[in-house]
């Protein structure tokens, strides 16, 4: 372990284990500059909502385990005015159209570009490619999900005119195959740095001016193409089974890594839990179930490695929230709030 590179702090009251973990990472010898974004929580190696730029590697449990998990936003040609005369047409659309839960695919599998990409570059991607085929087109489980909502515009932007829309938003990533791929090669940095001990071995690195590193890179990447047909597949057979098309789209993704420079130097800048927010970058930053998200623009902050928040964020982890909640009394909060989620411009 070296001297700490800088990172800044954002939001107040941040879990102290979260900040604890962003201490470690901007610690590492090839650590060059971090952020903590609003929303930060624990997580592995890297905290959830933390941003960490590197020279010349890359750290798998710093992409995330769901590589390449993405937001995405169809906005409809339907005053929300509709919603209610239509919601059974709304939610049979959800239920027939994607599939939700651990593990879910498709007898008959969903088509796509992506699927005829080379996935023979390394054994473990090959191995993987029929079970992502299977799973092209659903949704997962936790905290992903697939709704429709109020988009309130407050002024002319993204194309439309002021006013309120009936929106598809979803909220899923890489499936079965991005958390095989970040298992193994999370693994194989471990392997290759014993040095970091139990207590940091989540924050190894792959070297990227080796194999091992260049191939988690390709298999990163490919797997950010898979999210993003996972999502296109998703928008275009709900809204097809509507009968509509999208007058305006957004889509961002978060638990990546990308290639970026600050200032004249290289670095590979990881998002986990966050999402790019250079300048002009419009982005998605959703809330929990009962309050609002917002559709944002970039401001191209240096001191956030122009990086934003990727969502609401979370109090608890979701085994306390069992023991403190149960379903009743999240159908009594929605009930309050009509489960109308709102969209809001921001």
């Known amino acids: 372990m070296t001297k700490k590179a800088k990172y800044t702090i954002f939001g107040k009251n941040l879990d102290p284990a979260a900040v604890s973990q962003m201490d470690a990472a901007v610690s590492l010898p090839v650590s060059v500059k971090g952020a903590l974004m609003p ?3 624990l997580g592995y190696g890297l905290p959830i909502g933390g941003v960490l730029a590197v020279k010349d590697a890359v750290i798998p449990y710093a992409v995330g385990v769901d590589i390449a998990c993405r937001m995405k936003i169809s906005v409809l040609p339907i005053p929300f005015t509709e919603y209610e005369t239509h919601k059974q047409l709304f939610r049979q659309a959800l239920e027939t159209q994607t599939k939700f839960g651990v593990g879910e695919g498709f007898k008959h599998p969903r088509q796509h570009r992506v699927m005829d990409e080379d996935w023979t570059f390394c054994p473990v991607v090959k191995s993987l490619k029929d079970k992502a085929h299977k799973q092209l087109g659903t949704s997962g489980s936790g905290n992903h999900f697939a709704e429709f909502g109020k988009l309130c515009l407050t002024h002319d932007d993204i194309g439309l ?3 309120e829309y ?3 938003l979803t909220h899923s990533g890489s499936r079965g195959a991005g958390a095989r791929i970040a ?4 693994t194989l940095a471990k392997r290759l740095h014993p040095e970091l001990g139990r207590t940091l071995n989540n924050l190894a690195w792959l070297d990227m001016k080796k194999g091992e590193g260049l191939e988690y890179f390709l298999a990163m990447e490919l797997m950010g193409r898979y999210a993003s047909a996972n999502h296109e597949i998703i928008h275009n057979a709900v ?4 009968g509509e098309k999208a007058i305006a789209t957004i889509e961002n993704h978060h638990n990546f890594a990308w290639k970026e420079k600050i200032g004249l130097r290289s670095v590979i800048i990881h998002r986990k839990g966050a999402t790019p ?10 809330g929990s179930m009962a309050d609002p998200g917002f559709i944002v623009r970039g401001l191209g902050n240096d001191e956030a490695l122009r990086s934003a928040a990727h969502g609401a964020g979370r109090r608890m982890s979701r ?4 023991k403190q909640f149960c379903f009743k009394d999240l159908q009594d909060i929605l009930q309050k709030k009509e489960n109308i989620i709102t969209f809001c411009w921001t």
């Open 277 to 286: 927010a250079d300048i002009g970058i419009l982005g998605i930053i959703p």
């Open 239 to 242: 809204l097809d089974f509507m």
């Open 183 to 186: 298992n193994h090669y999370s």
């Open 39 to 41: 929303d930060a929580h």
């Open 166 to 168: 009936i929106a598809f």
């Open 161 to 163: 005119k002021a006013g």
């Open 319 to 322: 085994t306390a929230a069992m």
